[in-house]
């Protein structure tokens, strides 16, 4: 996931909100708070995931705007959009869509980046520092179902902050033309201390809030000599501070831009190679 770049698959966050560790308080993550994330994440599942899974939609397919800059997604650059960045009670909600064209790419390409974990350092650096991965004993081979670790360092001039987290996340093949990965997070610790683990953590919803929760999304289908990628973030964080209302929105939208460049030069050196 620039994080959660992936985490989404991940991974998929990817903040610029670490600049200001040092000068805010620790929140409290409050049970009603997540459940207005997950109230708009299963509104996601049932208006834009349920569609992919059904016909192969995307978002690319309504034009617009997305199609429209350029020509930027026929000639493979990426194209990022807000859907949400909103505050609510006691958190906020940053949700970017990204869309990209790789030609020459395929589903195994990608399948194949997503899975391949101890090499997610060099796939989305800097921000992933270690990746790990195994198979859940429900998988199979249409439904891959696997338990994630990524450790998530954020490095600045100033400060950085470090992340241990957890996801649950399924690799769904749909039909020989469609496939896609769904990760939510399912523990996101962050670090005291960034340079010395010895610390420990900060207790789970009772850190600085920068990373709450994340669901991250990739949509894929095999069209035109490539693939059409569709990459969804969608993360609860603090309450934006008051004047740093570009924080959620720009940490977000990079994480969805800049995976979605790694993912290409990802599948493009797989070529390179063969």
Not at 69 to 98: L, W
Not at 235 to 254: A, E, I, N, Q, Y
Request: hydrophobic residues 35%; proline residues 5%; glycine residues 10%.
């Amino acid at each position: 996931m620039r994080f959660p770049r992936i985490a989404s698959c991940l991974v998929c966050v990817a903040f610029a909100a670490p600049l200001f560790a040092g000068i805010l308080s620790t929140l409290h993550l409050e049970a009603k708070t997540v459940q207005v994330f997950d109230n708009y994440v299963s509104q996601f599942d049932k208006n834009v995931r349920t569609a992919f899974e059904q016909n192969g939609r995307m978002w690319i397919d309504g034009g617009g705007s997305c199609c429209m800059r350029g020509g930027a997604f026929g000639s493979g650059k990426p194209v990022v959009e807000a859907r949400e960045n909103t505050e609510v009670q006691g958190g906020s909600i940053h949700h970017f869509s990204g869309a990209i064209h790789v030609h020459g790419g395929s589903i195994a390409d990608v399948r194949q980046i997503m899975q391949d974990y101890p090499n997610y350092p060099r796939y989305f650096k800097p921000d992933i520092a270690k990746g790990a991965g195994s198979l859940n004993p429900d998988s199979t081979p249409a439904d891959e179902h696997y338990a994630v670790q990524l450790n998530i360092v954020e490095a600045t001039l100033w400060m950085s902050v470090a992340y241990d987290s957890a996801y649950d996340t399924h690799y769904r093949q749909l039909d020989p033309g469609r496939w896609e990965s769904v990760s939510v997070s399912k523990s996101i610790k962050e670090w005291r201390d960034p340079k010395d683990v010895s610390k420990g953590y900060y207790p789970e919803g009772e850190d600085h809030g920068f990373l709450w929760r994340t669901n991250t999304y990739w949509f894929v289908r095999e069209n035109n000599g490539g693939v059409d990628l569709e990459l969804d973030s969608m993360t609860l964080s603090r309450p934006v501070p008051t004047g740093f209302g570009w924080w959620g929105t720009k940490r977000t939208h990079d994480a969805v831009d800049n995976m979605l460049r790694d993912m290409k030069i990802a599948i493009d050196a797989l070529h390179a190679k063969s």
